[in-house]
């Protein structure tokens, strides 16, 4: 088996859906004898460039490992679904673990936030 890296960006309108979507996606690797090593939902983010008159697309990440069967099953099912704008499939030397840069950065910035939500609320019970 191999290991691929996958970025999908989806219709913004079909950002409801999205869960059912990727966990159709991980079913059909799993039930291959895969495994999904990282998925990570980037959510809505602006695109470089308009797709289809459209100036943002939901964002997700998968990597994972499975076969060549898994692989088509699942480019097939990228091709003929009209909520995906776009696909990238690579193939990765090894299995990739470890958040990615942009969820780590939206990591520290939550981790941030709390920080400050927890700094204004001490100061606001100390003052009253």
């Known amino acids: ?3 691929y890296e996958i970025v999908l960006l989806i219709h913004p309108d079909q950002s409801d859906q999205v869960s059912a979507m990727v966990q ?6 799993k039930n291959s004898g895969g495994q999904v090593h990282r998925l990570e939902d980037w959510g809505r983010r602006q695109l470089s460039y308009p797709i289809n008159k459209l100036l943002k697309a939901h964002y997700i990440l ?3 490992q499975c076969g060549k069967e898994a692989i088509a099953e699942l480019s097939d099912n ?3 679904n009209d909520a995906v704008l776009r ?6 030397d090894r299995a ?15 981790q941030e936030n709390r920080r400050e939500y927890s700094r204004e609320t001490e100061v606001e019970g100390r003052s009253v």
């Open 24 to 29: 159709r996606y991980t079913s059909i690797v």
């Open 62 to 64: 998968m990597n994972i």
């Open 78 to 80: 990228f091709r003929f």
């Open 1 to 3: 088996m191999r290991h």
């Open 87 to 92: 696909q990238l499939i690579i193939k990765v």
């Open 96 to 110: 990739i673990t470890e958040m990615s840069p942009l969820a780590k950065a939206k990591e520290m910035q939550s």
